[in-house]
Every structure is written in structure tokens, then in C-alpha cells.
């Protein structure tokens, strides 16, 4: 199918989303209160910088056995991920400070983890958050050789025991950054010509060229250059600590767009989802377990609709204008999916993994289309 000039068909002339969005306005406005995340945002981004780069530091001194710079690896691994989530994510959508220029600052922590700002913003904000859940054109969905993760995608034999091998694949989320921003090039290239992005321009190819070597230097000369760890030890190292990293992104990404209730919609035969952009986000996407200490911990992404409806809108705000968007969606008899727990939602997406696993995606569909016609508005 063809992916030139994807449209969002309001057929139903929807108000959905301009009345949602004088709503959050007024919530701003009335409360006389920014939409960045201000000074919470740069503690909390000292706090998981320091979580990554002082173990490193510390393995650099050579002070400490081997199994103590292990533990610190597995730290590193956490602080990548407290990263991931709750610094370069709001900077790289311009949401963590009203300043460009401190948004460009910490948007370019991501170089720090291996990967790559604009080849980010291309997947992520572009494609991700435009086409959410939709099967060769979001790529947190597509291009996974060895995970069926919408209906549409072909199933196969070894997908059967997807839902067990699926969060060792998770963990190795962050290795991939260190080939997949190359060839990712390729492939945003071609969408550019469909004019679903834009062409990487000649210096971005030199920025993500030097950026992966100064990384490789970062993470696997220096540490043979000040340290007398072997080369066993080190791989142990590093491997631990983009496991735990990767696993944890993944995992909590999954959880928002890969559980029974949201949908994996289907282009009509020109090519456009039948559905305006802002009810397919709620049809797309899930809550889960709206927790402060967890929300803070993972930067909010817990509030994933909040976060898809305004991503320009920073995740400290996500828990006050909540119940703004859950009323006006009940309001407009739409859906707003919620898990309560954590553990809910880690049970859903392993319900999901196998029935994408063991079905055909017409039969999987027809499920999800029975399930949408409960009352609206309800705590899935």
C-alpha cells in the first residue's frame, strides 16, 4: 500500500479536539502557569544524568572490584533509562524548558546513550506520534523481524512464543542504536520522497557519524585506557547495562500501545486512516497506572494519551490535566483506556503478545472492534 500523503479523514466532523484543546489552554491561562517543565525539570534531569555518568565516573577510577563496577553498570543501565524518559524526551519535544536553547542542550543528552537526535525526532515525534500504531509506517511497531505487533503484520511459526521471548528482544533495544540510526537513514530517505519526512541533510550524516565514534570512544576505549578491566569484563559491563536500559524503554513503551484494548487501525484503499488525528490517538493509546512515584520516575510516560494528544506539553503536567482529557472524552462518547497497575498492564500486553502470536489479524481485529462497543469513557 502506498504511504504518499497519509490523511486523517474527520468524517464525522468531530469538535473533539479543538474543544480539548481550549480546555488545557484555560488550564494554563486560569493557573497563570507555563507549559514546560521549569525548575522540577532540571533537578530531576541532574538527578538521572547523575545516575548514569557517576557510576561511570567512578568505574573510571579503578578503585573498585570487579563485581562492584558490575553493580554500576546495572546503575548506568537505570540512569540510561531515567534519561530516555524523563530528559531527552520532553527536551527533543520542546517541552522541557521554554528556552530553544536548553531544550537543544539536554535534547542532546541522547548522544550520551549512543543514539542519534535527529534520526529521534524523525521516528519518534514525526512517524510515531503521527501514525500511532500504524502497521509500516510507525516504527516502534514495524520493522521487528522477530515480533508480530499489529494485526496487519504476517504471522509465522515462531511467533507462537513471542509473548516469552519478547522482553529478552526488549532488552536489547539500546544496542541497536549503534547500527539501526545507519540504516534508518536509508529508510527515512525513501519516506521522504512519499512526503512523510524529511531527507537527512549532509551535516546530520556527519553528526551521526562523529557522535557514534565519540560514543564508542565513551563507553568502550576509555574504560580499557584508565581502568585494568579485560575485555570479558567489560563486555559483561556493557552488556548489563543496555540490557537493563533497553528492557525498562521498551517495556514501558509497549504498555501504552501494545494491550488488548487499543487498535492497530487500517488505511482505506487511497491510503488514509478514516478517523481524525486526535480520536485515532485515543483509540491508539493507553494510560497505565497513574502513580506519582512511578510517573516521576518514568517521566510521565504512564499518561501516554496526555503525552500523544499534547506532546509539546511537558509530563509534570500530565497528572493536572488528566481528568480534563478523560471528561472531554466521555463527554464526546470516546474512548480513554486505563490500566490500574503496572502489573495490569504487563498481563495485557503478554495477552496481546500471544494472541498476535497464535491469530489471524482479521480475527484479533474483529475482537478489539467487540470490545470498543462497552460503555465509553470506562477504566479498562
Known sequence: MTT???????KDKSTFFPVLRTRIEQYFQENEISKSGGSPMVGKAIFMLSLYLVPYGLILTNL????????????????IAGVGMS??????????????WVNNLFSGSLYLLGGNVYNWKVQHNTLHHTYTNIDQLDSDITGKPFLRLCDQQRLQKMHRYQHWYAFILYGLMTFSF?????????????????KLTKPFATYE??????SKLLYVFFVGVLPF?????????WALGFLLMNFVAGFVLSVIFQLAHIIEEVHSPVRNDQGNIENAWAIHQLESTANFSVHPVLSWCVGGLNYQIEHHLFPSISHVHYPAIAPIVRATSKEFGLPYYQKKSLIDALGSHVT?????????????????????????????
Open 178 to 194: 549503534l547500527v539501526k540510526d545507519f540504516r534508518q537513514v536509508g529508510e527515512f530517505n525513501r519516506k521522504a520522497k512519499s
Open 64 to 79: 573498585f572490584p570487579a563485581w562492584a563496577m558490575l553493580v554500576m553498570a546495572g546503575v548506568m543501565g537505570i540512569g
Open 4 to 10: 504518499t500523503n497519509v490523511k486523517f479523514l474527520n
Open 205 to 210: 550524516i556527519g553528526i551521526l557519524v562523529l
Open 225 to 233: 585506557l584508565l581502568t585494568d578491566i579485560t575485555f570479558g569484563q
Open 87 to 100: 530528559v531527552m524526551h520532553d527536551a527533543n519535544h520542546g517541552s522541557f524548558s521554554t528556552s530553544s
Open 352 to 380: 496481546m503478545l500471544k494472541k498476535l502470536g497464535r491469530q489471524a489479524g482479521q480475527s484479533v481485529a474483529n475482537q478489539r472492534v467487540t470490545r470498543t462497543r462497552q460503555p465509553v469513557g470506562s477504566s479498562q
